[in-house]
């Protein structure tokens, strides 16, 4: 199971952090990630690590967005800057292993003008 948290009302310009705690060893799976649902809108890649360290990030998170792994606590994280307006949605983490993508319940980031 994935628990996603972190979420939360902010002005824009400020930052959080969002956290993916797995109920077990996060080392069986080939990559970990966020993805992102706005009102209205399809869900969206938003960065993605794989086992090896390998990271992507989608044009509208570069700069901004950095997904790391704490492999001993087996949580994943999504640090958020600069948050814009645009940013609004739930974030959802996601996790692949043989083929089978395991999703956390999401949570909701607003972040006002």
């Known amino acids: 199971q994935l628990q996603a948290s972190g979420g939360g009302l902010v002005q824009a310009g400020g930052s959080l952090r969002l956290s993916c705690a797995a109920s077990?060893?996060?080392?069986?799976?080939?990559?970990m990630g966020w993805c992102r649902q706005a009102p209205g809108k399809q869900r969206k890649l938003v960065a993605r690590?794989?086992?090896?360290?390998?990271?992507y990030y989608a044009d509208s998170a570069k700069g901004r967005f950095t997904i790391s792994r704490d492999n001993a606590n087996n949580t994943l994280y999504l640090q958020i800057n600069s948050l814009k307006p645009e940013d609004t949605a739930v974030y959802y983490c996601?996790?692949?292993?043989?083929?089978?993508?395991?999703w956390g319940q999401g949570t909701l980031v607003t972040v006002s003008s």
């Open positions: 996601n996790a692949e292993r043989r083929g089978v993508n395991y």
């Open positions: 077990g060893s996060i080392f069986v799976f080939n990559h």
């Open positions: 690590i794989f086992s090896g360290g390998y990271t």
